[in-house]
């Protein structure tokens, strides 16, 4: 299974498999596991559900989604639901189980790149305290610490967000890292050094060379989702000739913005706890929230939301509060953030605040006000209205005409006819038009098709729930199969199970039911039929008490058997019509028949009795 490792990565990867008991380290992740037979089932955290379709295999070790598919052993859990790489999560499984990790090595190329992320985050993490210091202490920042004050930025969240100081300088952070030992042309390629002409002589050389990219800035680092740093974004402290008002590290080996969140690692937790994440677009949003006990806040930094950053935040919350600022880009920004929400599987809500362009300005002068917005969550439609309402003159005819027809599309795609109703009622009285008027308005809307907008309305109201859940399809007889191997106790009752089951199979369960293991009998067999077995060991047969398997195994016996014989019936009487037409005996071919019809008599007085 792992082609790469040397023998005793291997035995050491299996010595911790034995030692964890996946049950109870999905226990950790997952609230409201159900237990039923042999399985576990939850609500899957890979995918968005209502009603649980993750199924946990104590005996083998394994879990499987059947909504979404997502399977594995402890380790792969443990990786998936972490976002960690193979190393970092064999790490981790090996600190739950108390193994010293000693012998795991990835290839030569990977373990380079490996190496020098780690180096990328050393080096962050220094310049990241060298920065933090000096806008806590050091006399040249207080030009900076009196920004902070302006600006509110008390030092718990200074702390928290570990926020420094890059003072005016040209070498300062390169002299401090070359210092501990890191080299100019690695600063340069992670992006804390840039090229710039030399002119330190007061005169043009036409030379460059390298200095501090981040100067006169306060700065913020970037944590990933597990707290390491990642890269800066650095905000300009006063117009000057310094570059733009934002400056963000580029892209290196760890910082892919596409896939990063600000404010997650600080958040993660309470978003768990409450179950909500509040999506806002700037970072110093994000630093009044937490400064007024609103901290289960995030922001995309350098990018528009991506469906990446959408799925990093799925992982710890199905709900999404939406607070985009309130000009055009926010607005955009806003409809095409919903369409990517929906994508990820989350449920989007939409916050108001009012008149106010942003949360930090809010918060600025009504502090109370944010927490009171977060409580009250609205309707995405119910938000559209408002704000739409606010950008047409309601009193004039064109106005009226105007608003509808910009949400009408969004109107006409609730396929609820209640909520609808109420919110044709709504806008009714809001524009002071007829009911049945603006109802024809809407109704006489084209949904605009995906090409030509970039936010299909449609798709706010389509409930989630309803397409990913698609029920799993499983035949009778797999139904069957899937009772006695998780019963197995069951399978010496049955006598006739050879005429159901490929033999294979049949000698599968009668090991299983003279007491074999499990995991020792799937071991043996070839990947297609083990994946058979896995998936339907952990199926869930929706059976509680032994007596109502043996009973549901005694009807599908039953029923199945009967469906074979009629099936053979239909192959024989066909084959006796072309032995009819070819002149040949079919005498036996006619004994058959016979044979099978008294069988089908005696199953159907089993069955009426
Ligand atoms: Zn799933």
Not at 228 to 236: A, L, V
Not at 251 to 266: A, N, S
Not at 403 to 428: L, N, R
Not at 491 to 511: A, M, N, T
């Amino acid at each position: 299974m792992f082609p790469n490792l040397p023998q005793q990565g291997r035995s050491q990867i299996q010595e911790i498999k034995e030692k964890l008991d996946i049950i109870q380290v999905a226990e950790k992740y997952l609230t409201n596991m159900k237990h039923s037979g042999p399985n576990y089932f939850a609500l899957c955290p890979f995918h968005n559900e209502k009603t649980p379709s993750f199924s946990i295999n104590q005996d083998l070790q394994i879990y499987k989604c059947f909504g979404c598919g997502e399977s594995g052993d402890v380790i792969t859990f443990i990786q998936k639901i972490e976002g960690l790489d193979f190393p970092k999560a064999l790490e981790k499984a090996a600190q739950m189980a108390g193994v010293q990790l000693m012998s795991y090595k990835p290839d030569p190329k990977r373990e380079k790149e490996y190496k020098e992320k780690q180096r990328i985050i050393e080096a962050n993490t220094l310049a990241a305290k060298f920065y933090n210091h000096l806008l806590l202490n050091h006399k040249n920042g207080e030009i900076a610490r009196e920004y902070c004050k302006n600006r509110k930025i008390t030092k718990p969240i200074i702390e928290k967000f570990q926020i420094g100081y890059a003072p005016k300088g040209y070498d300062n952070l390169k002299r401090f890292l070359q210092k501990h030992g890191f080299e100019e042309n690695d600063l340069l390629k992670w992006g804390l050094l840039v090229m710039r002409e030399d002119r330190s002589r007061g005169r043009e050389t036409g030379e460059s060379k390298a200095v501090d990219k981040f100067r006169f800035r306060l700065m913020f680092p970037i944590f990933n989702h597990q707290g390491e740093i990642i890269g800066f974004s650095g905000r300009q402290i006063e117009k000057s000739d310094y570059g733009p008002k934002y400056l963000n590290s580029p892209e290196t080996l760890v910082y892919k913005k596409k896939e990063t969140m600000y404010g997650l690692f600080q958040a993660k937790d309470e978003i768990r706890r409450r179950g909500f994440v509040i999506l806002v677009e700037g970072n110093v949003d994000i630093l009044s929230s937490h400064r007024v006990g609103v901290p289960n806040i995030v922001c995309p930094l350098g990018t528009a939301l991506t469906l990446e950053q959408c799925k990093l935040v799925r992982r710890y919350a199905e709900k999404v509060y939406f607070r985009f600022d309130t000009d055009e880009a926010g607005e955009k920004a806003l409809l095409r953030g919903l369409e990517i929400a929906e994508n990820a599987g989350l449920e989007s809500s939409a916050l108001d605040i009012g008149e106010y362009q942003d949360v930090d300005e809010l918060i600025m002068n009504e502090p109370k006000k944010w927490q009171q917005s977060v409580d009250q969550p609205m309707e995405v439609v119910e938000h559209l209205i408002n704000r739409f309402s606010k950008k047409f003159d309601l009193t004039s005819a064109k106005g009226k005409s105007g608003f509808i027809k910009q949400i009408g599309p969004y109107i006409k795609a609730i396929a609820d006819p209640i909520e609808k109703d109420e919110y044709v009622k709504k806008i009714a009285v809001l524009v002071e038009v007829e009911e049945s008027l603006v109802l024809q308005s809407v109704e006489d809307v084209k949904i605009a098709t995906k090409k030509n907008a970039a936010y299909s309305p449609e798709k706010i109201t389509e409930p989630v729930s309803n397409k990913k859940n698609a029920k799993v399809r499983i035949t009778q007889k797999e139904y069957l199969a899937a009772i006695f191997i998780q019963k197995p106790q069951l399978v010496r009752k049955f006598k006739e199970l050879g005429k159901i089951f490929d033999e294979w199979f049949v000698v599968f369960l009668e090991d299983l039911g003279n007491g074999k293991k499990l995991n020792d009998l799937t071991v043996s067999l070839d990947v297609e039929k083990k994946n058979v077995v896995e998936k339907l060991a952990m199926l869930n047969t929706d059976i509680e008490d032994i007596e109502s398997y043996e009973k549901a195994a005694k009807k599908l016996v039953l029923d199945l058997r009967k469906k074979i014989l009629r099936k053979e019936v239909d192959t024989l009487k066909r084959q006796i019509k072309k032995a009819e037409i070819q002149n040949s005996d079919y005498s036996k071919l006619l004994d058959q028949v016979k044979a099978n019809t008294v069988e089908l008599k005696k199953l159907a007085e089993v069955t009426s009795l």
